[in-house]
């Protein structure tokens, strides 16, 4: 158990690491906080914005804090060693549905792209759980939280 804890910090750590660029480009916002370190700094946020109406922006930002917390219940049940709960978790919420292909497409051909492939490897990530094989489980957590990061390089609201 204490190496399952281990793994998922190593994770945990790894992917704040990775998803820090995304933090630090904050549409001219000044510094502070624990990637400015006190230091005043504006960074030019270069991201494609999504330009939809407002109500169809927060919709969006809510289905992406839903599958945030789809990660975290993942990540729980993995330490649980609860695999085949974590495993159904994923598919329902980070695969892909046929709900998930249409919101993807509701904001341009790029976005699309990269809303399906995030959903095509959640469900990677539950066949990876069904194997109750920690290593592989935890590279396809890798990979779905690369396309996350990716996503919010890429675009803004």
């Keep these: 158990m204490k190496r ?9 750590a790894a992917s704040l690491t990775t998803a820090a660029p995304a933090q630090t480009q904050d549409s001219g916002m000044t510094g502070g906080g624990a990637h400015g370190m006190g230091h005043m700094m504006t960074m030019k ?5 999504l330009n939809a109406p407002p109500m169809m922006k927060e919709h969006q930002k809510k289905m992406m804090r839903e599958h945030l917390r789809s990660v975290r219940e993942i990540v729980g049940l993995m330490g649980e060693g609860k695999f085949e709960e974590a495993s159904k978790k994923a598919h329902t919420g980070l695969g892909l ?5 249409q919101m993807c497409g509701m904001f341009g051909e790029d976005f699309k792209t990269m809303g399906i492939a995030f ?5 990677r990530l539950g066949d990876a ?6 290593k592989k489980s935890i590279a396809a957590l890798g990979e779905t939280l690369d396309y996350c990061v990716s996503c919010h390089d890429t675009f803004k609201h």
Excluded: E, P, Y
């Excluded at 946020?45 to 914005?49: E, G, Q, S």
């Design 97 to 101: 549905t046929d709900q998930m292909d």
């Design 129 to 134: 759980l069904a194997t109750k094989d920690l």
């Design 4 to 12: 399952i804890f281990f793994t998922l910090s190593i994770l945990g």
């Design 45 to 49: 946020d270069d991201r494609t914005a």
């Design 119 to 123: 959903h095509k490897s959640g469900d």
